[in-house]
């Protein structure tokens, strides 16, 4: 009997750690400057291409995983220096901008490296509950889903750097008049969000097969997440990922993996009906 | 007939004087005679192209017109897609029959869209949320097509296949005197060019009527169409449903011209597709929209003959560069500065000598 709890709770714990690690890159920018980046996926895929091209080259993989996190949090800082900061004024355009981008990437990505790449395998380690065993990594996965969400909090909540980006997130133009150099804000948080992207996909990336339109797998569950959790990362996207991991969860388990994705997006089609600034706005409502 | 012309001219259209009426009737008379003297194979193949317009006029109507931006356009054109293949399949269609599986697939996507666009819009999700929800929805509905392999995913008799994809259903075929004539090739070529035309000119009338003047004011101030008394929730879901169903006519007309669909046509990268062409020919206005996504369809054809890789890359380069630097789109933009040039030379030949 406690075997099959744990069973369920560790599913759980999975889908709910896949969630957080998928979605926190996505959500920071998001709630930093409301717009939605469409490349979100090629920042993953560059966190799990330069884990495993690590990895090969003999790194230990925390530390290529850590390469692959940097690597993803510089190119974001690059592309939102050249690119993204033009087009804050429109956000719909933005959307367009990191869409654009992502084509190339991806594409460029077939042309140079081909259709498939050898991958690592998972670090092995198990332990049984009961009769069933479970992988050890998957633990590992969930420590840094949570580990991820208090960075994010100690971050955004106790450092400097929290305040002057919530004060620019909260009112831009006051914020620069107060003397915030709001471009860099803007330039560090996107950094962060590729970073965490890149993250997602370094921690991900012994556990899958690679190949260059990968990150597909992860921006469904991302985008989902971020619209029913609204723009506050902290607020939403951990209510955001418990709801959606439960019933993820228990779809899974009816029905399989496609079931579990399906139903996941017609709960967040009925969720905006009821909470259009998902689950962030209606606490941030509720407590005013 | 006069009346009906001036009906198609206004403000939400460029495009309204002689010049253009001259021109437009020009290249409709040349696309009637093309087929005259050209291989029916390369007819085929310039039918394809136009069958992919209506989407792209439907997206600009949503887009363009009414400010909502939906990523879902090929999610509905793989609805109505496989809905032509589960209807006309099973009802092994010949003839006229083929026509009515055509309209219920559309009509099966146009419902789709409607339950879609009730939840968001009636929940009052805009701008960058729609985007988010039609576009996860798309992908969802691409993996979901894309795992249908095994036997038991079947509606009646006919397969999804899976990543395979559907095929083996019937043409179309138009119920003629006598014999119904099989819509391929040349046939094919005309009732799609008639489509088109009568699809432009009708959302012509439409945008420049009473109906696109207050798609226009939700565009420019959602708030302020309302407080003026406009239900803007039913004008977008209208819109989005029309929108959506030009992208099914879409889907339905190419499902049934290839005989076949896969889950690829609604995956990445196909689902950017529509949003490049509109973007890149000027989403604010129909003909810009028309003329932009032919020229693209024919050179992206030109480009994959090389490689798709490399045509898709320049999409997406044309994407961007159309956001950064053209943000009304290039053929648009094309348009006004022969309309300025137009009116200036009118205005020196008016002025006294």
């Known amino acids: ?288 | 007939m006069l009346e009906a012309l001036r009906s198609l001219n206004g403000p939400q259209t460029l495009g309204n004087g002689r010049v253009f009426w001259s021109g437009f009737a020009l290249v409709s008379l040349i696309a009637i005679a093309y087929p005259f003297g050209f291989d029916p194979y390369d007819v085929g193949n310039t039918a394809y192209f136009l069958i992919w317009i209506f989407a792209a006029l439907g997206l600009s109507l949503m887009w363009g017109y009414t400010g909502i931006l939906s990523f879902g356009q090929m999610a509905f054109f793989g609805v109505a897609g496989y809905g032509y293949g589960v209807i006309s399949i099973n009802l092994a269609a010949t003839g006229g029959m083929t026509l009515v599986a055509f309209v219920a697939a559309v009509g099966v996507a146009a419902a789709f869209a409607a339950v879609l666009g009730y939840f968001m819009i009636y929940g009052r999700v805009g701008g960058v949320y729609f985007g988010i929800v039609t576009f996860a929805t798309t992908l969802a509905l691409a993996a979901f097509m894309g795992q249908t392999a095994g036997p038991e995913w079947a509606i009646g008799s006919a397969r999804f296949n899976g990543f395979n994809g559907m095929g083996g259903m019937p043409s179309l075929e138009l119920p003629w005197f006598g014999e119904p004539v099989l819509l391929e090739g040349t046939p094919l070529y005309y009732a799609v060019l008639f489509m088109l035309l009568a699809t432009y000119l009708g959302l012509r009338w439409l945008v420049n009527g009473r109906f696109g003047n207050v798609l226009v004011a939700i565009r420019e101030d959602p708030l302020r169409a309302e407080l003026l008394g406009y239900d803007v929730r039913k004008y977008q879901l209208g819109v989005f449903v029309l929108g959506s169903s030009l992208a099914a006519v879409s889907g339905g007309l190419y499902t049934a011209w290839g005989q076949f669909i896969t889950p690829a046509t609604m995956g990445l990268p196909s689902a950017a597709m529509p949003i490049i062409w509109v973007a890149f020919s000027g989403r604010g206005d129909l003909t810009a929209t028309l003329v932009g996504t032919f020229v693209l369809l024919l050179s992206f054809q030109a480009l994959t003959v090389y490689s798709q890789q490399y045509a898709l890359i320049l999409m997406g380069l044309l994407l961007l560069v159309t956001v950064l630097f053209v943000p009304a789109g290039f053929i648009l933009g094309f348009g006004r500065r022969l309309k300025r040039l137009h009116d200036r030379v009118l205005n020196t030949e008016r002025r006294p000598s």
């Open chain 1, 1 to 288: 009997m406690f075997a099959e709890l744990f069973s369920i709770v560790f599913q759980f714990a999975d889908v709910f750690a896949f969630l957080i690690l998928a979605a926190a890159g996505l959500a920071i920018i998001f709630g930093m400057m409301g717009i939605i980046n469409m490349a979100h996926g090629e920042f993953i895929m560059c966190g799990i291409y330069v884990t495993v091209i690590g990895v090969q080259n003999g790194l230990p993989l925390p530390v290529a995983q850590a390469c692959g996190a940097l690597t993803a949090g510089l190119i974001g800082v690059i592309l939102e220096r050249t690119i993204i900061y033009r087009l804050y004024d429109r956000p719909l355009d933005s959307i367009l901008a990191t869409w654009g981008i992502s084509l190339i990437v991806t594409q460029g990505m077939l042309v140079t490296m081909g259709s498939s790449w050898p991958g690592i395998g998972t670090p092995t380690g198990s332990f049984a509950v009961g009769v069933y065993t479970f992988s050890t990594y998957r633990l590992v996965l969930f420590a840094a889903a949570v580990v991820v969400m208090i960075g994010i909090y100690i971050l955004f909540m106790r450092t400097s750097f929290g305040t002057l980006a919530r004060a620019t997130m909260q009112n831009p133009q006051m914020a620069r008049a107060l003397g915030v150099r709001t471009p860099r804000v803007y330039a560090a948080s996107f950094g962060v969000g590729a970073a965490l992207a890149g993250l997602c996909g370094a921690l991900y990336a012994p556990t899958m097969t690679l190949i260059p339109t990968m990150g597909i797998t992860f921006i469904v569950e991302a985008f989902v997440t971020v619209v029913v959790g609204g723009s506050n990362v902290l607020l939403g996207t951990v209510p955001a990922a418990v709801v959606l991991g439960v019933i993820r969860t228990s779809l899974n388990a009816w029905h399989g993996q496609i079931v579990g994705q399906i139903g996941m997006l017609i709960a967040v089609i009925l969720v905006i009906r009821v909470l259009p600034e998902g689950v962030s706005g209606w606490l941030a409502r509720r407590a005013r």
